[in-house]
């Protein structure tokens, strides 16, 4: 239990659909994330927030929306994806101070399949 | 544009045996090196944390390094069990907002 909780655990979703995937931090973090990791591929960021705002997109396809309503809720809704976008999305969250980056925790994340 | 490398992609040791897993950066101007592991279907759990004025940590049988001026650290994992077969990802946190750039990852198996 690392204190970020993502659900759904597994998601199949076909290409026309819209579908969110949820994340929820426990540990009083300021900034949170969604990465994505691929088969045969290094993780990639995809966006982080810092105190509820946006501050990175990492030339992410408009398909994929995050929405950070607080600072213990992060968010990404899906649609129109395509089977490329099928792997496990993984929600981080750490508490930035001035300087340094701190230790970020991670969820178990999210399989997604698109069929 | 920051690169992280991890070489062998795979490694196979017997129970008991010490062993190193090295991960290399392109770009030395970094704030702090996280190790983490990751088990099949699940997600990272961070081991170690690296500031950029350290040059090692400690937690238990893991001990890790950080040369910062040659891109290079080191995950020393003493004594392995088969408890410890995972993958092992190596991290650069190049950005105040503490994004990572990630390597694929060493998966190791300890046999018994």
């Known amino acids: 239990e690392t204190g970020v909780t993502q659900t759904p655990r597994h998601l199949v979703m076909g290409m026309t659909n819209k579908k969110s995937l949820k994340c929820e931090q426990h540990l009083g973090h300021n900034a949170m994330y969604w990465y994505k990791q691929s088969a045969k591929k290094p993780l990639e960021l995809m966006f982080v927030?810092?105190?509820?705002?946006?501050?990175e997109n990492n030339s992410v396809p408009s398909r994929f929306s995050p929405e950070c309503p607080n600072s213990s809720h992060l968010f990404l809704h899906l649609h129109t994806l395509q089977p490329e976008d099928s792997a496990l999305y993984l929600c981080?969250?750490?508490?930035?101070?001035?300087?340094?980056?701190?230790?970020?925790?991670f969820g178990e994340g999210s399989w997604l399949t698109v069929v | 544009k920051q690169e992280v490398t991890q070489i062998p992609a795979a490694l196979s040791v017997p129970e008991g045996e010490n062993l190193v897993l090295n991960c290399s950066f392109t770009d030395s101007a970094i704030y702090n090196l996280q190790w983490f592991r990751q088990d099949p279907g699940k997600g990272l759990t961070s081991l170690l944390l690296?500031?950029?004025?350290?040059r090692e940590q400690t937690s238990g049988r893991l001990n890790a390094s950080l040369d910062k001026s040659s891109g290079r650290s080191t995950l020393y994992i003493a004594a392995s069990q088969p408890g410890d077969s995972a993958t092992y990802l190596c991290a650069v946190n190049t950005g105040a907002n503490s994004k990572l750039t990630f390597g694929k990852g060493i998966t190791l198996s300890v046999r018994p």
């Open positions: 981080a969250s750490s508490r930035l101070a001035s300087g340094f980056g701190n230790t970020i925790y």
């Open positions: 690296i500031q950029s004025s350290q």
């Open positions: 927030y810092s105190l509820e705002e946006r501050v």
